[in-house]
C-alpha cells in the first residue's frame, strides 16, 4: 500500500474486538446433547438442537456458572436478572431460523482486562460478557462450483458461547494483539475454554476506525471477520488501518461495513455494506425465563475462580524473590506456573529453578514443538538436578548436558550422573594431581604466568578441565592452581 509515513502519523486507530469463545461444557447450552469436538457430523442432535417445532430449551446451569466465572475474571459485574434474546436471521446452518442470544439485558458488564505494551500498562474496557448458543457448520466441497456440494453438520449448534465486547480503546495493532494474548492466557487459567482457534473455539472479530490524531469524535468503523489467528488479527488490523488511512487522507469516507480478512491475498474485501445489513429483530425469548443470579450462586462462582495470572505474578515476585520479567514468563500459563512452583519447593531453589525453565527446558520444549505439560522432564527430577547443582555436585556446564540427556532419555540426573560416572570432583588431591601434570608438562606457560600474564591462568583452568572431561569443582580448581602455580 502507498500509505505515506506522513500520512500515517497524522492519524491514529481505534479498535474494539468481539471475541467468541466455546465454553467447554460435556452438554449444550439448551439440550443434553454431546459438545465433543471431532465427532461424525449430525451425530450429536436432539429436536432442540435441530430446532424442530415444539422443542423447548432448558438452560444448562454449568454454562451459565462458566460464563461467571469469565465475568468475575474479566472484573464485570454481573446483573442480578439478565434475559436471552432472539436474534433473528435466515442461514442454512441456523436451523431454527433465529439464535438464542442475549441483547439488552446482557449476563455481565463494565469489566476490564489490564494489558502491557512495551513497558506500559493500558486499562481496556470490557463492555459486556453475554452468553449464547453457537450455530452449525457448513461444509463446501469440491471444484469447479458445476460440482460444488455443501454440507450442514449441526454437532456444533447449541454449544455454549459467550461473547466479551471490548470498549473501543485499543489504538494499535499491537495493543488488540497483546489484549487478546492477555484474554486468552485468563481464560486458559479459568479452564472454561480449551480456547482453540483452528477449532472455532476461540473467534474473533475486529471493529476498527481512524480519525485525525487529536480528534475527539471516532470515526466510521468496519468490522472485520475471518480472523483465525493472532497473526491474522495482527496483519487484517495493519492493512485495514492503512487502507482507511489512505481513503481518508485522499478526502474520501469510510463506508460502514463488515470486510473479511483473505490470508492468502493478504487484504480485506467487503461482504456487505450497513444498507444490506441485517436487521435481528431481537425480542425477548419467549421459551425461557429470565436468568436470575443468586448472591449464593454468584458467590460460589467467584469462590471457586483460581489465582489469576497477575496476582499469581505478583506473588512470585514476593514469595520467591523473582525479577518482574522472570515472574511474567512463568505464569503465562497456569501449567507453566504450576510446575514453576512444584520445581521451586521440590529444590528449594526458587531463581535457578526460574532460569533453568525459562534458559534450558523451554527451549528444549520450543523445538520439539511440545507443551510443558508433555514435558518428559517433570518438575520433579529437574528438582533433583538442581538440588545437585546448588550442592556443587554436578557444574552448570554439566547439568547442561544432563538435562538434554535426561528429557532425551527420560531418566533421572541420578541416574544419569552414576551412569557416566559424571559427579563433580570435589577431592582436592585428585585435582592438584591433575592440576601438577599440567604445570610439568608445559613450563612456557607456566613462565608466562609467573611473569605477569596472568590471563594464562585461563588456560590453565581450561587443560585441566579438558583433562577431566569437565568434572573438577571450578571455584577448587581455580585456587588449587593458583596455589601450586604461586
Ligand atoms: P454495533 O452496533 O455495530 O454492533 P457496537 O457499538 O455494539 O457496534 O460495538 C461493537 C464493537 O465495535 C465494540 O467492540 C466496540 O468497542 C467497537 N466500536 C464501536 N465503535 C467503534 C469505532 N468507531 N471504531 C472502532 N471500534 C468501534
Ligand atoms: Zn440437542
Ligand atoms: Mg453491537
Redesign the pocket.
Known amino acids: 500500500m502507498t500509505v505515506s509515513t506522513v500520512a500515517r502519523t497524522k492519524y491514529e ?6 471475541v467468541h469463545l466455546q465454553l467447554r461444557t460435556n452438554t449444550k447450552i439448551f439440550c443434553s446433547c454431546s459438545t465433543h469436538f471431532g465427532d461424525p457430523p449430525n451425530s450429536n442432535v436432539c429436536p432442540v438442537c435441530l430446532g424442530l417445532p415444539g422443542a423447548l430449551p432448558v438452560l444448562n446451569q454449568a454454562a451459565v456458572t462458566m460464563a461467571m466465572k469469565a465475568a468475575l475474571a474479566l472484573n464485570c459485574a454481573i446483573n442480578p436478572r439478565s434475559r436471552f434474546a432472539r436474534k433473528n436471521y435466515f442461514y442454512p446452518d441456523l436451523p431454527k431460523g433465529y439464535q438464542i442470544s442475549q441483547y439488552d439485558e446482557p449476563l455481565a458488564e463494565h469489566g476490564w482486562v489490564d494489558i502491557e505494551v512495551g513497558k506500559t500498562r493500558k486499562r481496556i ?1 470490557v ?1 459486556r460478557v453475554h452468553m449464547e448458543e453457537d450455530a452449525g457448520k457448513s461444509l463446501h466441497e469440491g471444484f469447479p462450483d458445476s460440482d460444488r456440494k455443501s454440507y450442514i453438520d449441526l454437532n456444533r449448534s447449541g454449544v455454549p458461547l459467550i461473547e466479551i ?5 485499543l489504538r494499535t495493532p499491537d495493543e488488540a494483539f497483546e489484549y487478546l494474548t492477555r484474554l486468552k492466557t485468563l481464560l486458559l487459567y479459568l479452564d472454561v475454554s480449551n480456547c482453540n482457534m483452528e477449532e472455532g473455539s476461540l473467534r474473533c ?1 475486529a ?3 481512524v ?1 485525525p490524531e487529536g480528534a475527539t469524535k ?4 468496519t ?1 472485520v471477520k475471518n480472523l483465525n489467528s493472532f497473526r491474522f488479527l495482527h496483519k487484517a488490523l495493519t492493512y485495514e488501518i492503512e487502507r482507511q488511512i489512505e481513503i481518508v487522507d485522499g478526502g474520501g469516507t469510510i463506508q ?1 461495513e463488515t470486510r473479511l480478512w483473505d490470508s492468502k491475498e493478504q487484504r480485506t474485501y467487503g461482504m456487505r455494506s450497513k444498507e444490506f445489513a441485517h436487521d435481528y429483530r431481537y425480542f425477548p425469548e419467549p421459551d425461557l425465563l429470565p436468568l436470575v443470579i443468586s448472591d449464593e450462586w454468584k458467590a460460589q462462582a467467584r469462590q471457586s475462580l483460581p489465582e489469576l495470572p497477575d496476582a499469581r505474578r505478583q506473588r512470585f515476585i514476593q514469595e520467591y524473590a523473582l525479577p518482574d520479567y522472570d515472574a511474567g514468563q512463568l505464569t503465562l500459563s497456569k501449567q507453566l506456573a504450576d510446575y514453576f512452583e512444584d520445581v521451586a519447593q521440590g529444590s528449594g531453589e526458587p531463581k535457578l529453578a526460574a532460569n533453568w525453565m525459562l534458559s534450558e527446558l523451554l527451549h528444549l520444549l520450543k523445538d520439539a514443538n511440545r507443551e510443558i505439560s508433555e514435558s518428559p522432564v517433570s518438575a520433579a527430577h529437574l528438582a533433583e538436578l538442581l538440588k545437585m547443582i546448588a550442592k556443587g555436585s554436578v557444574s552448570g556446564k554439566m547439568a547442561k548436558d544432563i538435562l538434554a540427556e535426561m528429557y532425551s532419555s527420560g531418566k533421572t540426573a541420578g541416574a544419569l550422573v552414576s551412569e557416566k560416572g559424571l559427579a563433580q570432583i570435589t577431592d582436592a588431591d585428585q585435582i592438584s594431581k591433575v592440576a601438577r601434570e599440567i604445570i610439568a608438562a608445559n613450563p612456557k606457560q607456566v613462565e608466562q604466568y609467573r611473569s605477569g600474564k596472568t590471563a594464562t591462568m585461563g588456560w590453565f583452568v581450561g587443560q585441566v578441565m579438558k583433562a577431566t572431561r569437565g568434572q573438577a569443582n571450578p571455584q577448587m580448581l581455580q585456587e588449587l592452581l593458583k596455589k601450586e602455580l604461586g
Open positions: 486507530a481505534v479498535i474494539g474486538l468481539e474496557g463492555t465486547v471490548s470498549e473501543p480503546d472479530d471493529n476498527v476506525s480519525r471516532f470515526g466510521t468503523k468490522e460502514q
